[in-house]
T-cell receptor, first 119, second 110 residues
Framework: GAVVSQHPSRVICKSGTSVKIECRSL??????MFWYRQFPKKSLMLMAT?????????EQGVEKDKFLINHASLTLSTLTVTSAHPEDSSFYIC???????????????FGAGSRLTVL | DAKTTQPPSMDCAEGRAANLPCNHSTISGNEYVYWYRQIHSQGPQYIIHGLKNNETNEMASLIITEDRKSSTLILPHATLRDTAVYYCIVRVARGNKLVFGAGTILRVKS
């Protein structure tokens, strides 16, 4: 089955630094990937849609300059949290559909998530 | 975009069937119903999806009412490892994204 890999699974950084999280589709190509954020005991919140070869589409209220998304290839999307602050501490999860087809029958596969802690 | 309503929590005895309901009364004709679950500190895991007909796979069964306004996910023989948050999601018609609601916390007890 389709596998989405995220790296790192856990990261701790100091306030003011930037952190990059990678999302890879291991056995399929994905023209579109999605980034979610999850706070403790809360549901997943969609942050942005990452489009291969073009700019990401951000959900309302998500700061584009804070959360930089790059989708440079059909198998890799990256999320960079810039100038991180403690309130950016969260669980970040990426997901992807296979590139072939765009119907409701396509199954979105999720990565295992990356837990960011900003000190 | 169609939204879903799920009970916040449910308990189920180990070995018994777990029936998780979901209301999606504003679903459109071309929107699918997806079920995912999330075990603590992991990414969501796909369970099953359907459009109109009932569906079954190795994990679960999905029963969709004839008017498509509600559905039920059935885990036939729940185990302790099935304890998780279960999300019922309706696929946004205009795009690929999935919007998550609050989900149902299923606690399987021995």
């Amino acid at each position: 089955g389709a596998v989405v890999s995220q790296h790192p699974s856990r990261v701790i950084c100091k306030s003011g630094t930037s952190v990059k999280i990678e999302c890879r589709s291991l056995d399929f190509q994905a023209t579109t990937m999605f980034w979610y954020r999850q706070f403790p005991k809360k549901s997943l919140m969609l942050m942005a849609t990452s489009n291969e070869g073009s700019k990401a589409t951000y959900e309302q209220g998500v700061e584009k300059d804070k959360f930089l998304i790059n989708h440079a290839s059909l198998t890799l999307s990256t999320l960079t949290v810039t100038s991180a602050h403690p309130e950016d501490s969260s669980f970040y999860i990426c997901s992807a559909f296979p590139a072939t087809g765009n119907s409701g029958a396509n199954v979105l596969t999720f990565g295992a998530g990356s837990r960011l802690t900003v000190l | 975009d169609a939204k879903t309503t799920q009970p916040p929590s449910m308990d189920c005895a180990e070995g018994r069937a777990a029936n998780l309901p979901c209301n999606h009364s504003t679903i459109s004709g071309n929107e699918y119903v997806y079920w995912y679950r999330q075990i603590h500190s992991q990414g969501p895991q796909y369970i099953i999806h359907g459009l109109k007909n009932n569906e079954t796979n190795e994990m679960a069964s999905l029963i969709i009412t004839e008017d498509r306004k509600s559905s039920t996910l059935i885990l036939p023989h729940a185990t302790l490892r099935d304890t998780a948050v279960y999300y019922c999601i309706v696929r946004v018609a205009r795009g690929n994204k999935l919007v998550f609601g609050a989900g149902t916390i299923l606690r399987v007890k021995s």
